[in-house]
């Protein structure tokens, strides 16, 4: 394997608060273990267009706290070409970088993953994405400050709900996951969470509706994570309104919001270990992992791992959420 001399570090995707911090971990972690370092902007894009800056330890500083990505991000759709991508490894070749550590979710990670196969070039992706959707890693960059900024908002809106005794649906991001809708839910003492990982075997409203869910409440709060497979937050309160018209439904959609903010102290750490093991694994010959944590442990995880599998609900969560929503 070709000695490593120089990195480059891009974030793609939907960006996630945390991403700065890890920005920061790989850039001095990497300056201190004797490579050169280069801020690739704009994600993949920057990569074919060369927006490629030299980092320097103060090209980071003051940026754990803040939220986005101080690379910025975009889509690209060149990049999914073969052509986009000889483009990208030639301007990888002529700014001298070795290898790369990309930050972002799935697509992000499967673009590195044909990137690195096609061109034999070493690539360590971490795993930062508020879905929380990434098999191989108990939690991903970003999760964590989504989470808690899903309390609070519904925290308020829960006053409004009580007041005017009526039942929200709140529509959280998540795609094809319920992570953030199902811990949501308990964190903020919701009636329910209804999730696409479950709603192919039950009719989740239906369910609701049967138990309850407002026996003893005059109002009532259900969490749903945006997705075709659950009908989102306004597929189900049409739903509610044809089929259970007694009920006085609201829906809430939080969107981007969650994305947002200073990160959390939990999502710092995260971010900050994550950054430095990309380094450790570059240091190991590593190559086509994505860096996770196990039980507070840091772990390797190969792309086809972390792309290609579900990562399941804990379905004792649910079982919880059952049990203190009567």
Same mark, same amino acid.
């Given at each position: 394997m070709a000695e490593i001399k120089c990195i480059g570090i891009l974030t793609s995707g939907g960006?996630?608060?945390?991403?700065?911090?890890?920005?920061?971990?790989?850039?001095?972690?990497?300056?201190?273990?004797?490579?050169?370092?280069?801020?690739?902007?704009?994600?993949?894009?920057?990569?074919?267009?060369? *927006?490629?800056?030299?980092?320097?330890?103060?090209?980071?500083?003051?940026?754990?706290?803040?939220?986005?990505?101080?690379? !910025?991000?975009?889509?690209?759709?060149?990049?999914?070409?073969?052509?986009?991508?000889?483009?990208?490894?030639?301007?990888?070749?002529? *700014?001298?970088?070795?290898?790369?550590?990309?930050?972002?979710g799935d697509g992000s990670l499967t673009g590195a993953r044909i990137f690195a196969n096609e061109f034999n070039f070493p690539i360590v992706g971490l795993p930062g994405t508020i879905d929380n959707d990434l098999y191989g890693t108990d939690k991903t960059i970003g999760y964590d400050t989504a989470l808690n900024t899903?309390?609070?908002?519904?925290?308020?809106?829960?006053?409004?709900?009580?007041?005017?005794?009526?039942?929200?649906?709140? *529509?959280?991001?998540?795609?094809?996951?319920?992570?953030?809708?199902l811990n949501g839910a308990i964190a903020?003492?919701? *009636?329910?969470?209804?999730?696409?990982?479950?709603?192919?075997?039950?009719?989740?409203?239906?369910?609701?509706?049967?138990?309850?869910?407002?026996?003893? !409440?005059?109002?009532?709060?259900?969490?749903?994570?945006?997705?075709?497979?659950?009908?989102?937050?306004?597929?189900?309160?049409?739903?509610? !309104?044809?089929e259970f018209p007694q009920y006085d439904v609201r829906v809430t959609i939080l969107g981007h919001l969650q994305r947002g903010g200073s990160p959390t102290a939990v999502d710092r750490i995260l971010a900050s270990r994550m950054g430095a093991a990309a380094i450790d694994a570059l240091l190991e010959d590593q190559r086509n992992v994505m860096i996770g944590i196990t039980n507070d442990e840091i772990v390797y995880v190969p792309f086809s791992k972390a792309i290609k599998n579900d990562k399941p609900i804990n379905r004792d969560l649910l079982n919880t959420l059952r049990r203190l929503s009567i």
């Amino acid at each position: 394997m070709a000695e490593i001399k120089c990195i480059g570090i891009l974030t793609s995707g939907g960006d996630a608060p945390g991403m700065n911090a890890a920005i920061r971990a790989v850039t001095r972690a990497g300056i201190c273990s004797g490579f050169s370092v280069k801020g690739i902007y704009r994600g993949y894009r920057g990569l074919i267009t060369d *927006e490629i800056v030299d980092f320097k330890t103060q090209n980071v500083s003051n940026i754990i706290q803040t939220g986005g990505t101080i690379l !910025k991000t975009a889509r690209c759709k060149e990049f999914t070409t073969p052509e986009g991508r000889q483009l990208a490894y030639d301007v990888l070749k002529r *700014e001298g970088i070795d290898a790369l550590v990309v930050i972002g979710g799935d697509g992000s990670l499967t673009g590195a993953r044909i990137f690195a196969n096609e061109f034999n070039f070493p690539i360590v992706g971490l795993p930062g994405t508020i879905d929380n959707d990434l098999y191989g890693t108990d939690k991903t960059i970003g999760y964590d400050t989504a989470l808690n900024t899903i309390m609070q908002c519904v925290d308020k809106i829960r006053d409004t709900a009580t007041s005017h005794e009526r039942l929200f649906f709140i *529509e959280v991001m998540g795609r094809d996951a319920g992570f953030l809708a199902l811990n949501g839910a308990i964190a903020s003492g919701a *009636e329910a969470a209804i999730i696409p990982e479950i709603s192919t075997e039950v009719d989740q409203l239906a369910e609701l509706v049967k138990n309850g869910f407002r026996k003893s !409440k005059n109002s009532s709060i259900v969490l749903v994570a945006e997705s075709p497979i659950t009908g989102g937050a306004m597929g189900l309160a049409e739903r509610v !309104k044809n089929e259970f018209p007694q009920y006085d439904v609201r829906v809430t959609i939080l969107g981007h919001l969650q994305r947002g903010g200073s990160p959390t102290a939990v999502d710092r750490i995260l971010a900050s270990r994550m950054g430095a093991a990309a380094i450790d694994a570059l240091l190991e010959d590593q190559r086509n992992v994505m860096i996770g944590i196990t039980n507070d442990e840091i772990v390797y995880v190969p792309f086809s791992k972390a792309i290609k599998n579900d990562k399941p609900i804990n379905r004792d969560l649910l079982n919880t959420l059952r049990r203190l929503s009567i």
